[in-house]
């Protein structure tokens, strides 16, 4: 008879339990930050299991074992950003390798990409992920990598993970998704079938706007052990007292994302109702065209909306300009509400036929929904949607 299997504790519980009073000189309840750049050979026949702060740091293996956890995967690797993830993803593939990624990815992965197939270090094609065809037509190309982003950046578009992973693994194609936008605290995508998932640790994950950092999660034991060698040698690991304060971040994930996303959905709802905006993107949304994935795959619909105000861009400049509790600046997920022109900002790197293609609005605001009260922020809509409507205030 075996012994009744011990279920697998919830994120919460993974996320505030990770690395307490683990083993260590003063029996200290929150894990040390660990400073050294190296460390002492005590046994000249024995590697010790911390060497060089480059290859391994205990503070950096708490963090990457809480994130392993989080998203079920076999290893995690901390790196100095999200892009230095997505760049380490890479190193899977051969030199020349065809690279899918969507149309409508995260601006600086389009930006690496792009230049990399610039030097003809690899191939790229921007598909819409959502076409069937489309992404089928890009699949029978033989792509080594196949980079997914859901829900997408601005527009919230929806790709459904498990079929795709499946489609991709026949195809002979490796899985990446950029699980940012939601955390493992709303969707993780190895569950679903996907390959490797990279997380910008700047946005949710750390959630207080004072970290760059990034991770790559794999399923699998031997593309992490992999994987850790070319970070190591590329050297894109992450500082000690980043990954210090990530951890301190994680801990209250779950808490930060269900009070910020209980606020958008309320805000995005009134602004739907609202006669001065034309368009609300966001996937708490019962008519978002992707609603049935959606309730599928993820278990919320996290803490970002976009919307355009009636009036184009010169109405969202207004609106941007005439409001003063949330801020106006490039990221997201922070305990801020930070509201973003994508056209100029976060997407001011891709081209304009490609935004155009990627149905990017001049007038599209992003809205990163923070902590303050719903009362607030409702106030603030309202002042920077009078504004916007040309009207003079007061
Ligand atoms: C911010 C972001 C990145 C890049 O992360 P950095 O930490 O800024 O390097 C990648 N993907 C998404 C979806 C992001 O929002």
Redesign the pocket.
């Known amino acids: 008879m075996t012994a009744p299997r011990k279920p697998d504790p919830k994120i919460e519980t993974i996320a505030a339990s990770a690395s307490v009073g683990a083993d260590n000189p003063h029996a200290a309840m929150a894990p040390p930050l660990v400073m050294s750049s190296t460390y002492a050979w005590r046994d000249l026949d024995e590697r010790p299991a911390f060497d060089y702060s480059r290859s391994a740091n205990p503070t950096r293996a708490a963090l990457a074992d809480a994130l392993a956890r989080m998203e079920g995967g076999a290893g995690a690797i901390v790196t100095s ?4 993830a ?1 760049d380490l993803a890479l190193h899977m593939a051969p030199a020349g390798a065809r690279v899918m990624a969507p149309h409508d990815c ?1 601006g ?2 389009y930006r690496l990409l792009e230049a990399k197939a610039r030097l003809g270090h690899l191939a790229v094609d921007f598909v819409d992920q959502g076409d069937d065809a489309a992404f089928e037509a890009a699949l029978s190309q033989s792509p080594a990598l196949v980079l997914l ?1 859901t829900p997408s ?1 601005p527009l919230f578009r929806v790709v459904d993970l498990a079929r795709r992973a499946a489609q991709i693994r026949a195809a002979g194609a490796v899985s990446i998704v ?1 699980n ?2 939601l955390t493992p605290a709303r969707q993780r995508p190895l569950a679903l079938g996907c390959d490797v998932v ?1 997380h ?4 949710f994950l750390n959630g207080h706007s004072d970290v ?3 991770a790559l999660i794999c399923a699998d034991a031997a593309r992490h052990e992999d994987l850790c060698w070319w970070a190591n040698t590329l050297g894109v690991t992450g500082g000690a007292f980043d990954a210090y304060q990530t951890l301190r971040g994680v801990r209250t994930l779950a808490a930060r994302l269900d009070a910020q996303e209980r606020t958008a959905i309320a805000l995005a709802h009134e602004l739907r109702a609202h006669p001065g905006v034309s368009q609300v993107y966001f996937p708490g949304l019962a008519d978002h065209p992707d609603a049935a994935i959606i309730a599928r795959q993820q278990s919320g619909p996290g803490a970002v909306f976009s919307f355009t105000p009636v009036g184009g861009a010169d109405a969202a400049r207004r609106f941007l300009e005439a409001v003063s509790l949330m801020h106006v600046g490039a ?2 997920g922070g305990f801020e509400t930070i509201a973003c022109l994508p056209a100029v900002m976060t997407h001011a790197g891709m081209p304009e036929p490609a935004r155009a293609r990627a149905g990017l609005d001049a007038a599209l605001i992003r809205i990163s929904v923070g902590l303050e009260h719903v009362d607030d922020l409702r106030d603030d809509f309202a002042v920077g949607l009078r504004a916007a409507a040309g009207a003079s205030g007061g």
């Open positions: 950003s999200g892009m230095s997505i995260y600086g992965a982003e950046n950029d940012t936008f990279v910008s640790t700047t946005k760059i950092g990034g990221s997201l």
